[in-house]
């Protein structure tokens, strides 16, 4: 090829190259002013976006007070939410929900039907299964609250905590405190568990004088015996020995020893049941009994003259005989009918007779009248 044709076709691919800087860095330019628009440009693979709407709705706008804050609190902490068949049901608290679902909401829950779901049937040998491992379970808990309490005991009965250190006596008036207590056989520095009450009690009650004993523990080193004592109301007499009764026949005591109390003559009860602790018989129960009606009418109204009663004969049920010595009389009582009437009569004797003598209560006042015979 000629010299001259290759000068020619240099310098054109210069010319094109020139044309080629000049088109880029103008378009460079270009760039620079104008900004980039999806609009003007066409992108290959990119689909268009469309700028998004602006929500005008006041509802769903972002509070702006604090009111509106505590509203929308409210509002989403009682929300009820459910789904069925792809539906979605908010609670009438959800302020920015689509309006056509929250008025179908009523209907749509007429529709829904909340089914359990069925508990799945186990076989026979499962069951059973089943069965034995929760009765394993109750036998191992029951074992172990059995355990926990047998150590409890074993703890208390072998810790020196709980050693008594002071018996407390209360309520004793005729016996001492240092007698109940050797009854009981209690001993200081003893386990306070390691006795039963109710020994205790039966213990204390060897005494005849004991009518309720009841034993307590004051954790944890105190023991308290509460007693009621019985209380000698007549004596009888055994030899040259006096016997000390209460109201309910029981013997309290055997001594030579006399009690400022109305004497019993007459009785029933052999020596060999005349024993401490021991009640009289039957018969002179019964007789008993009516000697606390007489007694308890005496000491009625404005003239009390149970003091001066000092000795009853009650061998005859028929014809009680009271002897009143400071006044020097006796009566001849009877039974215990028209007892408030004999005690008038008896006054009026005291007081209308001076005289030692015997008076005669014992007929039929309805028919006869008492009298007095004088001593000669």
């Known amino acids: 090829m000629p010299r001259v044709a290759k000068d020619k076709v240099n310098k054109s691919k210069k010319k094109s190259n020139r044309t080629r800087n000049i088109v880029t860095e103008n378009t460079l330019k270009n760039t620079k002013d104008d900004k980039f628009s999806f609009d003007e440009e066409i992108v290959i693979g990119l689909k268009r976006i469309d700028e998004p709407k602006v929500i005008t709705d006041k509802k769903a706008q972002r509070p702006n007070n ?201 009785y029933n009860t052999t020596a060999e049941e005349i024993v401490e602790g021991n ?16 007694m308890e009418v005496a000491s009625s109204g404005k003239s009390d003259i149970s003091g001066l009663i000092t000795q009853i004969d009650i061998s005859d049920r028929n014809n009680y005989i009271l002897s009143l010595p400071k006044e020097k009389k006796t009566i001849y009582l009877g039974d215990t009918t028209n007892l408030s009437t004999k005690l008038l009569w008896i006054n009026k004797f005291l007081e209308e007779e001076k005289n030692e003598g015997i008076i005669y209560l014992n007929v039929n006042l309805n028919t006869k009248r008492p009298y007095f015979r004088e001593k000669v």
């Not at 609190?73 to 929900?97: F, L, R």
């Not at 020995?241 to 109201?247: L, Q, S």
């Not at 009640?279 to 129960?285: G, P």
């Open 66 to 266: 604090r009111k509106q804050k505590r509203k929308n609190v409210k509002a989403s902490k009682n929300i009820n939410d459910y789904e069925d068949n792809g539906i979605i049901i908010k609670s009438k608290y959800m302020s920015n929900y689509d309006d056509d679902v929250y008025n179908k909401k009523d209907q749509i829950k007429r529709n829904i039907k909340r089914t359990k779901k069925e508990p799945k049937k186990l076989s026979k040998q499962k069951e059973i299964a089943k069965r034995k491992r929760k009765k394993n379970l109750k036998v191992i808990k029951i074992l172990m609250l059995l355990a926990i309490i047998i150590g409890g005991i074993i703890y208390a009965m072998l810790s020196p905590i709980f050693n008594i250190k002071n018996i407390i006596v209360t309520g004793n008036k005729k016996i001492s405190s240092e007698t109940i207590i050797s009854l009981s056989g209690l001993n200081i520095d003893q386990n306070i568990f390691n006795f039963w009450s109710n020994d205790i009690e039966e213990a204390v009650k060897q005494n005849a004088y004991m009518d309720t004993v009841e034993v307590k523990r004051k954790l944890p080193d105190i023991v308290e015996i509460n007693v009621k004592e019985r209380t000698a109301t007549y004596m009888i007499t055994l030899g040259n020995a006096y016997v000390h009764i209460n109201n309910q026949g029981y013997i309290l005591e055997i001594t030579a020893k006399k009690l400022e109390v109305p004497l019993l003559i007459g």
């Open 279 to 294: 009640r009289l018989n039957q018969t002179d129960l019964e007789k008993l009994n009516d000697v606390l009606k007489i």
